[in-house]
């Protein structure tokens, strides 16, 4: 089911589809924020008849409608999404950086204020399926960062109603709103701004091609956390490894989207022909089968290397969403990865522990950005403020050395607002 490659015919041949490789596609996602940024609700709400097939009077979700959502749901469920919320508070809070100022011996204070930023929104999916789970993973560290609003946009099911999960997470991590709408509409509706829909400083969270592309055009305007578009998994196995457990592990991502993207590099030629059936097998039993199998078939592959060191070069040249180690010394491989959003170590640590409950976030970079970004944490939601005070004993110090690096720029103003304390504090003959 998956494509098959050698290490070789693999890096020559294979290319990736990154965000820059869907003119149509973007220039959808440019038509909609344009429309949403002129019409506001009315927009929002026409876009959400085309694309989710829903007609709403409002996009707020009621106090009713979160009565009715924890009325509906199981309640051990419910308690399970209570305990992963309490493992990511936990993980999440030790990410939080304090402000610091420290005051040294020469007259000089130097430090940096971390506040946070003042509203924030975070995308929920929900096109296909549900996804309670990102509702704790976006909302939690935005509340651990000190985020004033947070607010949440989600798309409406096929009645109009919102997936009584959804909502009771949204309680749970402390959301203060909840808006109907998904896709490119619900992104521009919280970068601009409409009549019911804030406008916040930052947005986060996950979504398919039309989410990821309207956040990576409204960035810059408004804050993003990262691209964090469909799905990856890469599963680097060696002959230790079981055949079902990396076919479930792959098919645990295929299974997002048509556009997930699941790899096994593996250095076991029995590994591959193996996994080839239990792939086949297995899909078979899954709800979402059509979606993973053209996931596999489109987006996944299947490579044989000669040796570890060849798969681990793999690994960080496709910086994968997730990246599973499934070897007999998978702790020895982690030392040589330098990009993948998340990494989980041995057989029994599948990729969904993470999606679900361990703590740290599932709001990761897809398509390759895992070069250059990070996982979602405290961090996206604050600000870092730097904090500078010179006495007048410091200033007189420095200050020739300062007009010099102004001079040799061609920046006489800046040289001139040194000098004139310089030479007051000359006249005047002291540095008090
Ligand atoms: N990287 C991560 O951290 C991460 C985490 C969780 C989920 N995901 C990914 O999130 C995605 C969820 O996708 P989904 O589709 O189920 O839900 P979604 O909420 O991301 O997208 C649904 C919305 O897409 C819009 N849309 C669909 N077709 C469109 C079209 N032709 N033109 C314009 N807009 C269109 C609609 O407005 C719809 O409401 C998957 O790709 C999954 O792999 C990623
Ligand atoms: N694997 C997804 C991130 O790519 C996160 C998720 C949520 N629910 C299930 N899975
Ligand atoms: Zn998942």
Redesign the pocket.
């Given at each position: 089911m998956l494509r098959e490659f050698d290490g070789r015919t693999f890096r020559e041949t294979f290319t990736r589809a990154g965000f820059d490789d869907y003119p149509e596609a973007t220039q959808?996602v440019r038509d909609?924020l344009a429309e949403v940024n002129q019409r506001g609700d009315e927009a929002v709400l026409e876009?959400t008849r085309k694309?989710?097939g829903v007609e709403l009077e409002t996009l707020l979700v009621s106090e009713e409608e979160f009565a009715a959502a924890e009325e509906a749901v199981d309640p051990e469920v419910r308690q399970s999404l209570v305990e992963a919320a309490e493992n990511i508070r936990d993980f999440h809070r030790r990410q939080v950086q304090n402000s610091w100022l420290e005051h040294q011996a020469d007259g000089v204070a130097l430090g940096q204020r971390v506040t946070a930023v003042e509203k924030a929104g975070a995308y929920v999916?929900?096109?296909?399926?549900a996804?309670p789970s990102?509702v704790l993973m976006t909302v939690i560290p935005a509340r651990v960062a000190g985020v004033e609003k947070v607010v949440l946009v989600?798309?409406p099911q096929a009645g109009g109603e919102i997936n009584p999960y959804t909502l009771v997470a949204a309680k749970i991590a402390g959301a203060d709103a909840v808006y109907k709408c998904?896709?490119?509409?619900a992104v521009a509706a919280l970068a601009y701004g409409t009549e019911t829909v804030p406008k916040v400083d930052k947005i986060v969270g996950?979504?398919?091609l039309?989410?990821t592309l309207a956040k990576r055009e409204v960035s810059g305007m408004v804050g993003i956390d990262m691209l964090?578009?469909?799905?990856e998994v890469l599963v680097v196995a060696d002959a230790s490894a079981r055949a079902d457990f990396v076919a479930a592990d792959l098919l645990s991502q295929a299974e997002?989207?048509v556009?997930?993207a699941s790899y096994c590099v593996t250095t076991s030629a029995r590994l591959a022909l193996d996994l080839q059936k239990e792939l086949k097998r297995q899909c078979a039993q899954l709800e979402r089968c059509d979606v993973a199998r053209e996931s596999l078939q489109q987006q996944g592959a299947l490579v044989i290397v000669d040796s570890l060191d060849e798969a681990l070069e793999i690994v960080n040249e496709l910086a994968p969403?997730h990246l599973e180690l499934q070897l007999s010394e998978p702790w020895e491989a982690l030392g040589k990865v330098k990009n993948a959003g998340a990494v989980f170590v041995g057989p029994y640590t599948p990729e969904p522990v993470g999606d679900y409950w361990a703590g740290p976030n599932?709001?990761?970079p897809?398509a390759g950005a895992g070069r250059f970004s990070s996982v979602l944490s405290v961090d996206d939601f604050v600000k870092k403020t730097s904090v500078i005070y010179y006495s007048p004993q410091a200033l007189l110090k420095s200050a020739q050395k300062i007009e010099g690096l102004a001079r040799v720029e061609g920046l006489t103003a800046h040289g001139q607002a040194v000098k004139i304390r310089r030479e007051y504090l000359e006249e005047k003959g002291s540095g008090n």
């Open positions: 959808a909609i876009y694309f989710d999916p929900g096109g296909g399926a996804y990102s989600t798309p998904g896709g490119a509409q996950p979504g398919n039309y989410v964090a578009g469909p799905s997002h989207d556009m997930a969403e599932h709001v990761l897809t």
